[in-house]
């Protein structure tokens, strides 16, 4: 069965240390890979996705699928980077996404 | 564009009462889509829908809950004689094309269900 993994509830990290959250998933096939974030009292919103290999807000994320991982990291956290980061993969030319359980992010001054 | 209106944002039903969820797209989009998410767990889908028609509701409980969207007006997500277990966050979806990968989703601001 295809499952998004998050095995941390809750990160807190100081000002400027390097932030990793972590994510893995199980899917036989070629998934699609997506960080969504959700800063307080706003809407869920996409983050990245893998496909466009972009960097957003400093973040990056590697899919490796030797490990079945998709780690999203920026290598100095900031204050404005505290909010629920969710993990979501989705299989190419479907609508279902399946989300992790989230990591709630704390960047402490 | 305010994007994905989600209404309300906190419901509190007794026990075997029905709840309505409501969800507005964003402008010019035409699929929607709901989700759910369980205390402790990520976001389950449970409906896809177009206008005036469910595409997929492999998702949805098989009895109580039921989705619409209508030709005009919102979608409503429609919970009935609801349980201490429907208490979780719902939150609604657009797209304009099918949500396929190069489709964006935009959430709404979910709705909180509280069953009493």
């Known amino acids: 069965a295809q499952r998004v993994t998050q095995p941390e509830k809750l990160l807190s990290v100081f000002k400027g240390a390097p932030v990793e959250l972590k994510c893995n998933y199980s899917y036989s096939g070629s998934p699609e890979l997506f960080w969504y974030v959700q800063y307080s009292r706003q809407r869920l919103q996409l983050l990245l996705r893998?496909?466009s290999r972009e960097s957003i807000k400093g973040f990056t994320a590697d899919l490796n699928k030797g490990e079945t991982s998709f780690h999203l990291k920026k290598p100095f956290a900031q204050e404005e980077d505290s909010a629920m980061y969710y993990c979501a993969l989705t299989t190419s030319g479907t609508y279902k996404y399946i989300f992790g359980t989230g990591t709630r992010l704390k960047v402490l001054a | 564009n305010a994007g994905v209106m989600q209404n309300p944002r906190h419901l509190v039903r007794r026990r075997g009462q029905e709840a309505r969820l409501r969800c507005s797209p964003m402008?010019?989009?035409?699929?929607v889509y709901w989700y759910r998410q369980l205390p402790e767990e990520g976001l389950k889908f449970m409906v896809y829908l177009q206008k005036e028609n469910i595409i997929d509701e492999s998702g949805m409980p098989k009895e109580r809950f039921s989705a619409e969207f209508p030709k005009e007006g919102p979608s409503i997500l429609r919970i009935q004689q609801v349980v201490r277990g429907d208490s979780a966050a719902y939150f609604c979806a657009s797209s304009r094309g099918q949500g396929l990968t190069n489709e964006k989703l935009f959430f709404g601001s979910g709705t909180q269900l509280s069953v009493l």
């Open positions: 893998h496909i």
């Open positions: 402008k010019g989009h035409s699929h």
